[in-house]
């Protein structure tokens, strides 16, 4: 019955390509990309940092807000100056697409797998999307992304990170994100202790001046988590 419904889905909303939004032929296998774009995602992922020469995942430059080091490590899977990578995370954030999920989630898990000591006291987190971007569109990519890491590593989710509304980070100038982004996240007491020495590897879809990370790893560390490490799907350089 799901797979009937899932056909005639396809047959009134045909799956588009998530980069280029190509017509995609709808298979049995799900796939987000047309064969082109596919191929441009993989070069996307060996980008060279301008800054430092490293490939995009090797790159361990800081972005503005972590000069005290708050934030122990940041990885990227891509670099968000790149207008594929820009339209692919329009994409995540406006329309859900399993597929897409499935994929991010699996190489992010790669990319932590590769750079990343997994052990008991490691748990994944995210920034809660804010209420208003949810209602708008319909889900929380944040969680959605973290829910994939989570099944691909084993490592338990911790939605202890909660979003009060303020203004939404992407209609502020760098400065202003700092202090908006104090404002906009919370750990409720109830859930501080749960956070006790536990090694936080924090999913974000999007990277930009770090405000958001630093707070976050702020939080987690003033209620006793021994790490924070964040992984994003973009950053900008
Ligand atoms: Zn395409
Ligand atoms: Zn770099």
Redesign the pocket.
């Known amino acids: 019955m799901k797979k009937f419904l899932n056909y005639i889905t396809e047959l009134i909303y045909p799956p588009r390509c998530v980069m280029c939004g190509e017509l995609l032929d709808p298979g049995t296998e799900r796939v987000c990309f047309c064969d082109m774009c596919r191929g441009i995602w993989e070069s996307e992922k060996t980008a060279q940092?301008p800054?430092?020469?490293?490939r995009v995942n090797e790159?361990?430059?800081q972005p503005k807000y972590n000069r005290s080091r708050t934030v122990d490590s940041f990885r990227t899977l891509s670099f968000y100056d790149s207008d594929n990578v820009k339209k692919l995370i329009k994409t995540v954030k406006t329309d859900r697409d399993p597929a897409l999920e499935a994929l991010l989630g699996r190489d992010l898990s790669s990319l932590i797998m590769r750079y990343y000591k997994i052990d008991g006291d490691c748990v994944v987190a995210y920034p809660n999307r804010d209420r208003v971007s949810v209602k708008k569109y319909g889900f929380d990519h944040a969680r959605l992304l973290c829910k994939k890491v989570s099944e691909y590593t084993g490592v338990p989710v911790y939605p202890y990170i909660k979003h009060r509304h303020t203004r939404q980070q992407k209609t502020l100038s760098a400065k202003e994100r700092g202090y908006n982004a104090v404002r906009s996240y919370y750990i409720p007491d109830r859930y501080r202790d749960l956070l006790k020495n536990k090694r936080i590897i924090f999913i974000d879809d999007v990277v930009t001046t770090g405000a958001t990370s630093v707070v976050c790893a702020s939080l987690c560390k003033a209620a006793g988590a021994s790490g924070f490490s964040v992984f994003s799907v973009a950053r900008t350089q």
């Open positions: 940092c800054e430092c020469r490293r790159c361990g430059c």
